[in-house]
């Protein structure tokens, strides 16, 4: 680990010696980002949850919709048999 001083601020670097294997999506999408690689690319669990649970939010509300969609044709069926 390499301590290093910017702007009056303490920057802590980790360096890894792991090298990822190689293997056809190594070579077709890249390979892996390691954390020690690329710090300013993560984000904390406290933001992610923030920035994450919507997208699961969204697809909980759209499930309803269908259901209740689905219901009302169902019941506009059974009105006519």
Same mark, same amino acid.
């Given at each position: *680990?390499?301590?290093?001083? &910017?702007?009056? #601020? *303490?920057?802590?670097?980790?360096? @890894? ?20 690689? +690329?710090?300013?690319?993560? /984000? ?5 949850? &923030?920035?994450? @649970? @919507?997208? +699961?939010? #969204? #697809?909980? +509300?759209?499930? /309803? ?6 219901l009302a044709a169902v019941g506009v069926w059974s009105f006519h048999s």
């Amino acid at each position: *680990m390499n301590i290093e001083q &910017k702007n009056g #601020s *303490m920057v802590f670097k980790r360096t @890894s010696d792991y090298e990822p294997g190689k293997n056809w999506r190594n070579y077709l999408i890249g390979r892996p980002l390691q954390t020690t690689d +690329a710090p300013h690319q993560t /984000i904390g669990r406290f933001l992610g949850l &923030k920035v994450f @649970s @919507s997208d +699961a939010l #969204s #697809s909980v +509300a759209y499930g /309803i919709k269908e259901v209740i969609l689905l219901l009302a044709a169902v019941g506009v069926w059974s009105f006519h048999s």
